[in-house]
């Protein structure tokens, strides 16, 4: 077994301490460029919420433009099918508002709603359960 000169063994450690320095620089630039790609990839994902957000609202406000030109009765007879169960006046309403349904036109929309799923019931449309308050669409 040969024996190794202390020079070439100090000269060693400086090319492995060197090495190490390298690749610790090399680590650093790598993290730097990956927290680079983070943000870009953070801005990105902000901009395809913030493109859903736009195309989901002009969605529902043409939904909303097509329930205001039908009238409020036929606009609760659609929510009520989509639905396919019973809803209480408060989560029609609601339903109705997420839709874009213009009710801002009526001074008390809620006693509006109300007022009209009454008369709806009335006529033999809707089936009301006192229980829960609840209206469905009667099944023929």
Known sequence: ?????????????KLILAEITSLG?????????RDRLSVE????????RAMNQT????????????????GLTEALRIVLRKQGG????A???????VLGFDLKRFK???????????RMNRA????YNRRDKSYRLRTM
Do not use: Q
Not at 86 to 89: L, P, V, Y
Not at 124 to 127: A, I, Q, W
């Open 108 to 118: 008390n929309s809620s006693a509006v709603v109300h007022n009209t799923l009454i």
């Open 55 to 70: 195309y989901f609202a002009d969605a529902l406000a043409e939904k909303g433009r097509e329930l205001t030109a039908v």
């Open 91 to 97: 989560t029609l309403k609601a339903a109705l508002e």
């Open 86 to 89: 019973a809803m209480t006046a």
């Open 41 to 48: 990839i953070l801005r990105t994902e902000e901009k395809i």
């Open 124 to 127: 033999g449309e809707l089936d």
């Open 25 to 33: 620089r090399e680590r650093e630039r790598l993290i730097g460029e």
């Open 1 to 13: 077994m040969l024996m190794k000169h202390p020079s070439e063994i100090i000269m060693e450690r």
